[in-house]
């Protein structure tokens, strides 16, 4: 079933984006970090090391957020800036409304492609 939203309840979204885009930056950090570790290690060491499956709880939990946005009707764009991509009334993306991390509020994206 597709999703639709019009621009007040796509406006709605932005606290659970932000927390979600909070969620996912916190995690990839973690990811980097983790990675960096295990480079250090031999390859036993690594597959034993219980950052090895802390990297593999926060992947799961990065694709489990992303699953969100998408059962909400919602793509995430990760080129650059985080930006996540809302069904408008149509259930259509691009009839819909974007809102990239660091904004409070989304804008339409029909008014982003006129331009």
């Known amino acids: 079933m597709k999703k639709a939203y019009d621009a007040e309840s796509a406006d709605r979204l932005v606290p659970l984006l932000e927390s979600t885009h909070r969620e996912i930056r916190e995690r990839m950090d973690q990811v980097r970090r983790l990675e960096n570790r295990l480079r250090l290690l ?33 793509e995430v764009e990760e080129f650059g800036r985080f930006q996540v991509l809302i069904p408008g009334a149509d259930g259509r993306l691009e009839h819909g409304y974007a809102w990239t991390a660091g904004d409070s509020g989304v804008r339409s994206v029909e008014t982003d492609t006129a331009a």
């Not at 060491?45 to 059962?71: D, G």
């Open 42 to 74: 031999s390859d036993e060491e690594r597959t034993t090391s219980p950052a090895h499956a802390a990297l593999a709880i926060h992947r799961r939990e990065i694709r489990q957020a992303k699953r969100e946005l998408r059962r909400l009707g919602c």
